[in-house]
């Protein structure tokens, strides 16, 4: 069983209790300390905010490739999928041309992948175009530690041989335990290691908001 998250006392008592009439109550008990309080403090990014960020990312991608040829952007599974091909949208505006979007999933990459559940959740990977010699600008929601972008380079290696990649995300907070930095950041959050960054995108979370919460 995977940790589940829970915004406030009543939602994880609710859990709780759905677990209770699933399992036997000493299964319940023994999970009962990887559900995670998670109590909200303040939104971010609103919608408008969001979306500023990503036209900005958008514009300094451009900039620095000087256009969008040999360019292609890899949204990292989940929400930096939605990222990435909001950034393809912005950037068709801007430069009147498609710019490639590939999905990627680092599951089978991560370095903590024994600590996981004995099935772990499979998004799937799927980039229907040749990378090697191309620009790859990896996408994702936020950027922590460096482990998730470490592994996904590790992913895109293992798949041909990029000319160069690059990496953009949504939020910056800190706490880096890789020396990994981002390219094209849409904004930078100073944390805590008791907060927690939740990107929530309209097309997996129905609202786009960007907010911190404290465990």
């Known amino acids: 069983m995977s940790p589940v998250r829970c915004y406030n006392i009543s939602m994880c008592s609710n859990l709780i209790d759905g677990y209770a009439q699933l399992a036997p109550y000493q299964t319940v008990w023994r999970f009962f300390d990887e559900v995670m309080y998670m109590i909200e403090k303040a939104m971010i990014m609103d919608e408008t905010a969001m979306n500023r960020a990503l036209t900005r990312i958008a514009h300094e991608i451009i900039e620095r490739n000087k256009g969008i040829e040999n360019v292609a952007l890899i949204g990292i599974q989940r929400r930096g999928v939605p990222l990435a091909q909001r950034l393809a949208k912005k950037i068709k505006e801007y430069e009147g041309e ?13 370095d903590d992948l024994s600590m996981l559940a004995e099935h772990p959740v499979i998004n799937g990977t799927d980039i229907p175009f040749d990378i090697n010699g191309k620009i790859l600008v990896m996408v994702d929601d936020v950027l922590f530690t460096g482990r998730t972008a470490r592994a996904a380079m590790d992913a895109l290696i293992d798949i041909g041989r990029p000319a160069a990649i690059q990496f953009a995300v949504l939020v910056d907070r800190g706490h880096r335990e890789l020396p990994i930095r981002a390219d094209f950041v849409g904004k930078n959050v100073p944390t805590s290691r008791n907060e927690v960054i939740n990107v929530h995108v309209m097309e997996i979370d129905k609202v786009n908001k960007v907010i911190i919460a404290e465990k």
């Open 98 to 110: 498609d710019v490639p979007v590939g999905i990627l999933d680092i599951t089978l990459y991560r």
